[in-house]
């Protein structure tokens, strides 16, 4: 399937826009009902918060990336912010699945899988398009 470079901008905000709302509702939740959640002692919300505060710039900052065809940097950005995503699955190092509730392990694992489209696309866009190599040229 051919697409054009702004259908690609339309299908990554949407992407994006997808991550940013499972991350918004995950970490709300963990930090109204952050007392709920099984964490060691040394978390504590504000560092719930940094994590989200950090990681949601670097995928709107990946997207400003893109729109400027600034495609490694861009691809920086965004694998960064998948990463990021990915800790979330930390929780079941701290505390095993079958001892969090339905909610917690739905909106950790919706985080988590939500990610996994987003990283195909970067991935095709760089490996398969090259479109930074084409940019370049």
Known sequence: ????????????LALIAINIFAAV????????FFDDYPEPSWLIPQITDS??????????????QYLKKAFLSAY????????MSQITLGQYIIT???HLSLKM???ILLESITAIPLL????W??????????NSQ
Request: hydrophobic share 50%; net charge neutral.
């Open 125 to 134: 866009s760089q490996l398969f398009l090259k479109e930074s190599t084409v």
């Open 120 to 123: 195909i696309f970067v991935a």
């Open 105 to 107: 392990n739905t909106l």
């Open 76 to 83: 920086c950005c965004l694998y960064i912010y998948i990463i």
């Open 51 to 64: 994590l989200w505060l950090v990681m949601t710039p670097l995928s709107i900052a990946g997207y400003y």
């Open 96 to 98: 095993p699945m079958w």
């Open 25 to 32: 509702w995950h970490y709300a939740d963990h930090i109204i």
């Open 1 to 12: 399937m051919h697409t054009t470079y702004n259908q690609r901008q339309i299908w990554l």
